[in-house]
C-alpha cells in the first residue's frame, strides 16, 4: 500500500513568516509531486506540482524534492492569513494516472 | 470558460436508495476520477477512468457504479450497498495518460455534498 505522511498540524505561524510544510512518502519510483491547497468546505486546488530534485519557485511558493529521502516540502514565504487552509500532499502512482493524497496539514496564520 | 462542473452541491438520500452524483468537463481531458473525502481525512480514490467506455476500481469501490459513456461526463451512483456515504465527494480530471508525469495534474471541481436521511 502506497503512503504518504504528513503531520495533521495545525501548523501555527505568525502573519509574515515562513510556514514550511512536509510530507514523506513510500513508493520510490515516484516521479510527479503535487501540493494542493483546501480551504474549509471547497474543493482542493493546485498550488505546484515538482518532478526533479531541487527547489521549485512559484511567487511566495517553493516545493522542495528530495528523492533520495522520499521527502517533499512547501515553504511559504510572507505568510498571509489567506494562506490559512488545508495544504494536501499528493504522489504521483508509477504506472498508472492515479495519484495518492496525504491527509493534509492545517496551516493557521495569525494577524 | 474551462472546468469542471458537479452536481448537485448538496443531495440528501434515504436509506435504500440509489443517488447519482453528476460530474462534467470541457477541458477535453482524458482522464477522470471520483474521490471521497471524510472529516480530517485525506482523499480516496473510488473509480477512475482512462478513456471512454472503461474505467478501473480505486481504493474503496465498494458500493458505487460509474460509467464513461461521453469523454465529457463519468457520472457516479452511490448504491443502497454503502452503508455509509455521508461524506465530500469530490470529482477530477487530468489531461492524458501518455506517460508524461507532467500531465497527470489533477483539477477538481466544487464537490458534493452527500447527507443520509
Known amino acids: 500500500q502506497k503512503e504518504v505522511e504528513q503531520n495533521s498540524g495545525p501548523l501555527s505561524v505568525p502573519e509574515g513568516a515562513i510556514a514550511s510544510l512536509n510530507c514523506t512518502y513510500s513508493d520510490r519510483v515516484s516521479q510527479s509531486f503535487f501540493w494542493y491547497r483546501q480551504y474549509s468546505g471547497k474543493s482542493p486546488e493546485l498550488i505546484m506540482s515538482?518532478?526533479?530534485?531541487g527547489d521549485k519557485e512559484d511567487g511566495r511558493f517553493t516545493a522542495q524534492l528530495n528523492k533520495a529521502s522520499q521527502y517533499v516540502s512547501l515553504l511559504i514565504r510572507d505568510s498571509q492569513p489567506s494562506d490559512s487552509a488545508t495544504y494536501l500532499c499528493?504522489?504521483?502512482?508509477?504506472?498508472?494516472?492515479?495519484?495518492?493524497f496525504g491527509k493534509g496539514t492545517m496551516l493557521l496564520v495569525s494577524p | 470558460d474551462g472546468g469542471i462542473t458537479q452536481s448537485p452541491k448538496y443531495l440528501f438520500r434515504k436509506e435504500g436508495q440509489n443517488v447519482t452524483l453528476s460530474c462534467e468537463q470541457n477541458?477535453?481531458?482524458?482522464?477522470m476520477y471520483w474521490y471521497r473525502q471524510d472529516p480530517g481525512q485525506g482523499l480516496r480514490l473510488i473509480y477512475y477512468?482512462?478513456?471512454?467506455?472503461?474505467?478501473q476500481k480505486g481504493d474503496i469501490a465498494e458500493g458505487y457504479s460509474v460509467s464513461r459513456e461521453k469523454k465529457e461526463s463519468f457520472p457516479l451512483t452511490v448504491t443502497s450497498a454503502q452503508k455509509n456515504p455521508t461524506a465530500f465527494y469530490l470529482c477530477a480530471s487530468s489531461q492524458s495518460l501518455s506517460g508524461r508525469a507532467s500531465q497527470e495534474t489533477q483539477y477538481f471541481g466544487p464537490g458534493t455534498r452527500l447527507l443520509v436521511l
Open positions: 477541458l477535453n481531458h482524458d482522464a
Open positions: 515538482i518532478y526533479s530534485n
Open positions: 499528493a504522489v504521483g502512482n508509477s504506472g498508472y494516472s492515479t495519484l495518492t
Open positions: 477512468s482512462q478513456i471512454v467506455n472503461d474505467f
